[in-house]
């Protein structure tokens, strides 16, 4: 009876240990996250108004003020620079991915994944020279990510596309030295 006992107070303290796990509780607030946004979507049938939009950011602000350090806060950061994108807000979706970078600089892959989207609003606002800032610090900061691996590419058919070759050419030397 005592063994009993023992073996249920422990399943009973394992299980309550499981339930306050941080990491399944922002898992948990971004999946209702999504699905609260599916039904809005589905609901307005896409057409979706500013109201609609901050909903929608609210249901995963939720999710970064309980859990801001959990790598699904930053996926939470990131599906609110999309919507702000969409809403062609570059300059808070900038915001929002610089905010990611300032939790999560030790994660190499989400940080390069912040700096590459930086670097790609950049980019689409033919800002060229200060995307390649983001992108060279993505070289500098995080070189052995699958981003920091192919960023030297990535500039290389930049300065390709735009036909300048001596750019074209000295991107392709620092590719080689990566």
């Known amino acids: 009876k005592r063994f009993l006992s023992y073996i249920s107070i422990v399943s009973a303290f394992l299980f309550l240990t499981a339930c306050t796990d941080t990491h399944y509780l922002a898992e948990k607030l971004f999946w209702q996250a999504g699905k609260k946004t599916k039904e809005l979507v589905s609901e307005k049938r896409g057409k979706l108004t500013l109201k609609d939009y901050e909903k929608i950011v609210s249901y995963y602000r939720e999710a970064i003020n309980r859990v801001p350090l959990d790598p699904f806060a930053a996926k939470a ?29 030790s994660s190499g892959k989400i940080a390069s994944r912040a700096y590459l989207n930086i670097g790609r609003i950049f980019e689409y606002q033919g800002k060229w020279n200060l995307a390649r800032e983001e992108y060279d610090k993505i070289i ?13 590419l990535y500039i ?15 991107a392709y030397k620092n590719a080689l030295c990566h």
Request: hydrophobic share 35%; net charge positive; no cysteine.
């Open 156 to 170: 290389m058919a930049h300065y390709r596309a735009v036909k300048d070759k001596d750019k074209t050419e000295d």
């Open 77 to 105: 950061h990131f599906a609110i620079a999309d919507l702000l994108l969409k809403q062609s807000k570059p300059q808070k979706a900038q915001k929002e991915l610089r905010e990611i970078i300032n939790n999560f600089s």
């Open 140 to 152: 500098d900061l995080y070189p052995m990510t699958r981003i920091g691996l192919n960023m030297p």
